[in-house]
C-alpha cells in the first residue's frame, strides 16, 4: 500500500458509521483528514469514533452541508487557500431508508418532498462534491476520488426500501458518466466503491454479522486510496472483508 503520510483527504460523511471508519484508517495511516459535518452533535458523533487513536491533530471538521451547493463551494475555497490542492476525496452520504413502497408512502406532495430530499443527499451530495473538490485534486496519477455506493441501488432487496434502490440506482449513473468523462486523463483515479456487506461502528461488530467500519476503511485504503486503481467499480462484500487486518 502506498504511504498516505502527510497526504490531505477530504471525507464526507464522517459522522456516519461509513465515513468515521474510513476517517479513522486514514488518520491512522499519518494522512491528514479534512472532514465537513454539519453540526456539533455531528463532530462529536465522528470524536467519539477515533477516541483510541493516539491523536487527532490531523483532524479538521469544518462546518457544511455537503447536499447544499454554496455550502460546499465555500468549503472548496477554504480548502484550496488552506492547502492549495487535496490529495484524496471520499464521499459516504446517506442513511438507510426504509419508510414504505414508493407508491404507498405517504400522499403526493409529501411523496414529492421526500423524494426531492433523497435525491438531494443521495445523489446530488456526491455530484456537487465531485464538482468542486475533482478540480482541486493534485495534478498526480495517485490522485483519487472514490463515491461510497450500496448493492440497495442494484436491486430491491426489501419493497420498503424502494427509496433507496431508486436514489442509489441514479447515483451509479451519475458516477458512470463522471467516470466515462475522466478516462483517457492521467488523473484523477475516480473509482466507485460499493458496499455489499452490514458495516457497523466497531463498538457493535462484536460477531452478531457484520463487520466493523475500521475493516471497511482498511480495505478501502488498501484497494483503492492508496493503491493504482483507477476508473473502476470495486464490489465489497463478506468475502473481501472476512481477511482485513485492521
Ligand atoms: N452501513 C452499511 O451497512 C452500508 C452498506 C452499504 C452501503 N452503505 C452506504 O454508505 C453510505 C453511508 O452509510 P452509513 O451506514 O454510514 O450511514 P449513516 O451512519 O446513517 O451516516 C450517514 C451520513 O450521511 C450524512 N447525511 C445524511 N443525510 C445528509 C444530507 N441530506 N446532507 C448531508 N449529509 C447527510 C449524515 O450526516 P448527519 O449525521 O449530519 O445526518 C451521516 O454523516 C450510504 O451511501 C450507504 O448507502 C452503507
Redesign the pocket.
Given at each position: 500500500m502506498a504511504s498516505l503520510a502527510n497526504k490531505v483527504a477530504v471525507v464526507?460523511?464522517?459522522?456516519?458509521?461509513?465515513?468515521?471508519?474510513i476517517i479513522y484508517q486514514l488518520l491512522k495511516a499519518g494522512a491528514k483528514v479534512i472532514a465537513p459535518?454539519?453540526?456539533e452533535?455531528?463532530k462529536q458523533?465522528?470524536l467519539s469514533e477515533l477516541e483510541s487513536l493516539p491523536s487527532t491533530a490531523n483532524l479538521e471538521t469544518p462546518l457544511a452541508?455537503?447536499?447544499?451547493a454554496k455550502s460546499v463551494e465555500a468549503l472548496g475555497n477554504e480548502v484550496k487557500t488552506k492547502y492549495g490542492t487535496v490529495d484524496h476525496v471520499v464521499t459516504?452520504?446517506?442513511?438507510?431508508w426504509q419508510k414504505g413502497p414508493l407508491l404507498q408512502f405517504a400522499g403526493l406532495h409529501d411523496s414529492c418532498d421526500e423524494m426531492l430530499?433523497?435525491y438531494?443527499?443521495?445523489v446530488m451530495?456526491h455530484f456537487i462534491m465531485a464538482k468542486v473538490f475533482v478540480p482541486l485534486l493534485k495534478a498526480a496519477p495517485e490522485s483519487s476520488f472514490t463515491f461510497?455506493?450500496?448493492?440497495?441501488?442494484e436491486q430491491l432487496f426489501n419493497v420498503d426500501a424502494s427509496m433507496?434502490r431508486a436514489q442509489?440506482g441514479a447515483?451509479f449513473c451519475v458516477i458512470d458518466c463522471i467516470q466515462v468523462e475522466y478516462a483517457d486523463k492521467s488523473y484523477p483515479r475516480i473509482n466507485e466503491f460499493?458496499?455489499?456487506?452490514?458495516?457497523?461502528?466497531h463498538a457493535e461488530a462484536t460477531g452478531s454479522g457484520?463487520y466493523s467500519?475500521r475493516v471497511?476503511g482498511q480495505y478501502l485504503l488498501e484497494s483503492c486510496v492508496a493503491s493504482n486503481t483507477k476508473g473502476q467499480l470495486l464490489r465489497v462484500a463478506d468475502a473481501e472483508l472476512a481477511f482485513v487486518n485492521p
Open positions: 464526507t460523511g464522517g459522522s456516519g458509521t461509513v465515513g468515521s471508519g459535518v454539519r453540526n452533535r455531528g458523533s465522528l452541508d455537503v447536499s447544499d459516504a452520504v446517506g442513511s438507510w430530499t433523497q438531494q443527499t443521495y451530495s461510497i455506493t450500496g448493492s440497495g441501488g433507496i442509489v447515483l460499493r458496499i455489499r456487506s452490514w458495516i457497523k461502528r457484520g467500519h471497511l
